[in-house]
């Protein structure tokens, strides 16, 4: 199909324009971290800022975590809009304590009179053999922890309204974006992230789900990539007669559950596929949002397709055994259905 | 440079008011904690960390400080905070856990915050830095008047973060100044056994920066230093750090026995309060007359003493208000 006026971009090309457009309406934003000048970042989504708006606006930091990040919740105390890079998601672990004791708690502890309006990206996801500490999500660290807003595009349409949401707002915005979504050079990509995406700006309200596909039979709730392992199943499920519904979540924090318990009152059988590590996390919290609301609307007991409890080993074949797929997402289903 | 007479007068009331501040509340914590100790139980529930003995510091630095200037503080903040000009009522209220509280008592001591004066404070050692550090970097880029000034402990510089921060503000040459206040305990183990070296004012050399080591705790010694510090962070030059010799007069915390402290250690201590020094030399150098000096001291404790009632006086918070401020 064509369509007039097509302009797809990748989810990276997509949050750089979300930026470049930002700043050059807003003085006050400004971005921080590792490799994001020069190099236009790790994963492409600063690319071409630093030669519009130089090294004071797009600032390459020592590799210093704790120090940039606690400097960006200073920063936007103090009336700046910083949108700072960690540049996986893995190295949380150095600077923890700037992100969710600080930049989380600060408007809370002030009662509301102070402002923290910082985005903090960062990239997620593995299936790709860089090893345990370059390829988790922790959806569920981040969306666990109270005072942060938690955002994770599926595309690059998303991506855009999203980063530009996450910029205009007075809280601070974890700002996810799935390396297989990317569209680098050098990684292979899902098709399916790169879509048309508007030239002009526009915002995305954060906390609001999308019905990616409508169905009837099944709702299938995802996020980031797995939206697009659920697509995919859904196709495969269409084949066998049986009509999906697909939820991206496209934000974390708040939570729409709303539209999942609407849509699973629809299908009656609910499944949730995500990538990040099954206990305690994403896909608990979406069942319980519907059990604990009205526990009869599900016909069957919900499933999760999630990873497995263990940390993500390097050799192919036993990441892709761990890592959620299409087909496990079809088989949760038929296990469904022969319960 | 030293303080003009005006800024003494200045440094003398905040000291006093500071030390009046604690005293009261030191007085109060234990209300409702007797005869059995509980830290839960009381007007001022929670962990208290007072103050007393480290005036010097606060006051030789915040009096080269505007409203506009940002600074962050420690878990043991009241001399700070009362210095950097926080309203007094508010933060009484806070720390009573009222509604009328600087954050509605979502906070208490160790998360005391004033907008109006751009004064935070935390509970994580070393955690201020970077804030401070960023209010630096805000005002470098926004090209607007003020410094980033981070108020720590020894203990912290052997934070990872406090060396992060302390880097990147060197090579940024953000204005910001990092004030070490070395009581020389953290909790109850001594700078001697925690730290390589005794005098952390040598660590700016590590960034290329001035390093400053204030002794005996001196009002005057510590103005001067920061005097010079914070005017070179105006001036564009850079940051810089100071380490302050100041003494720990009461314990890590309300309740803390103390039975790591050497016998005598305290007694010693308390012989050379800074307040009483600071009223002699004062008196000495005819800055302040005897009736000055008592109206300073009685104006101090009618504050306290007003803010305290107002604390007091001040309805609790409803308790489902908990649920909101979460976001802006």
């Keep these: ?339 | 440079m030293a303080p003009t007479r005006d800024e003494q007068h200045w440094m003398y009331r905040n000291m006093v008011t500071s030390r009046k501040f604690e005293e009261t509340i030191a007085g109060i914590y234990f209300e409702g904690k007797t005869p059995v100790f509980s830290m839960a139980d009381g007007p001022i529930p929670g962990e208290m960390h007072l103050s007393d003995g480290q005036e010097p510091v606060a006051v030789g630095v915040c009096a080269h400080l505007n409203p506009e200037d940002v600074v962050t503080a420690t878990h043991r903040p009241h001399h700070q905070a009362i210095a950097k000009g926080v309203d007094l009522d508010k933060m009484a209220a806070e720390i009573f856990g009222k509604a009328t509280g600087l954050s509605g008592g979502r906070g208490g001591h160790m998360h005391l915050f004033d907008a109006d004066v751009n004064f935070a404070c935390s509970g994580i050692i070393a955690q201020g830095m970077g804030p401070a550090v960023g209010a630096a970097l805000s005002r470098k880029m926004q090209k607007k008047p003020g410094v980033g000034v981070a108020f720590v402990g020894e203990g912290a510089v052997n934070q990872g973060g406090w060396h992060e921060a302390m880097n990147l503000a060197a090579t940024w040459k953000l204005p910001f100044v990092c004030v070490i206040e070395d009581n020389d305990w953290g909790i109850s183990v001594s700078k001697g056994d925690s730290t390589a070296i005794s005098n952390n004012a040598d660590r700016a050399a590590a960034y290329g920066i001035p390093g400053v080591r204030v002794k005996d705790n001196d009002p005057y010694a510590i103005y001067e230093a920061a005097g010079e510090a914070i005017a070179r962070a105006r001036a564009g030059e850079g940051p810089s750090l100071i380490e302050v010799e100041t003494y720990r007069l009461a314990g890590h915390f309300m309740g803390d026995a103390e039975g790591y402290r050497p016998e005598g250690e305290k007694d010693a201590l308390f012989e050379k309060d800074p307040i009483p020094k600071m009223r002699a030399k004062m008196l000495a150098d005819g800055i302040a007359s005897e009736a000055e000096l008592e109206a300073i001291e009685a104006e101090s404790a009618a504050r306290v003493e007003a803010a305290i009632k107002f604390a007091r006086d001040s309805a609790d918070p409803a308790p489902e208000d908990a649920l909101t401020s979460v976001f802006a």
């Design chain 1, 1 to 339: 199909m064509n369509v007039p006026n097509e302009r797809k971009l990748t989810i990276a090309r997509a949050m750089a324009e979300a930026v470049q457009q930002e700043m050059q309406i807003d003085p006050s934003v400004f971005v921080m971290g590792e490799d994001i000048g020069a190099l236009g970042g790790v994963y492409g989504n600063t690319r071409g800022l630093l030669e519009e708006f130089g090294s004071e606006r797009i600032r390459d930091t020592p590799i210093s975590e704790t120090a940039f990040i606690g400097a960006a919740v200073g920063a936007a105390q103090d009336g700046m809009r910083p949108v700072v890079e960690l540049m996986f998601v893995d190295f949380f672990g150095v600077c923890f304590d700037a992100i969710y004791n600080l930049m989380a708690k600060n408007i809370y502890f002030s009662g509301g009179n102070v402002k923290v309006p910082m985005v903090l990206m960062t990239s997620t996801g593995g299936g790709y053999s860089d090893g345990g500490q370059h390829s988790q999500c922790l959806y569920g660290t981040f969306a666990h922890l109270p005072g942060m807003k938690v955002v994770c595009p599926s595309n690059a349409y998303d991506a855009k309204g999203l980063m530009t949401a996450a910029m205009r707002d007075d809280s601070p915005v974890v700002y996810m974006y799935h390396k297989s979504l990317q569209g680098m050079g050098w990684l292979a990509t899902e098709p399916g992230a790169t879509v048309h995406t508007p030239e002009e700006s526009y915002t995305l309200e954060i906390g609001k789900a999308k019905v990616a596909r409508e169905g009837s039979d099944v709702t299938i709730v995802s996020v980031g990539l797995g939206v697009h392992h659920a697509l995919k199943a859904a196709e495969q499920l269409e084949a066998d007669g049986v009509n999906a519904e697909v939820i991206d979540l496209v934000s974390l924090v708040p939570l729409d559950r709303d539209t999942i318990r609407a849509s699973v009152a629809k299908t009656g059988r609910l499944i949730v596929v995500d990538e990040d590590y099954m206990s305690y996390g994403v896909s608990g919290e979406v069942i319980a949002s519907v059990t604990e609301h009205d526990i009869s609307v599900l016909k069957a007991a919900p499933k999760r397709v999630a990873y497995p409890d263990v940390p993500i080993p390097y050799a192919r074949v036993m990441e892709q055994f761990c890592l959620p797929n299409p087909d496990k997402i079809v088989a949760a289903f038929k296990d469904m259905k022969a319960a």
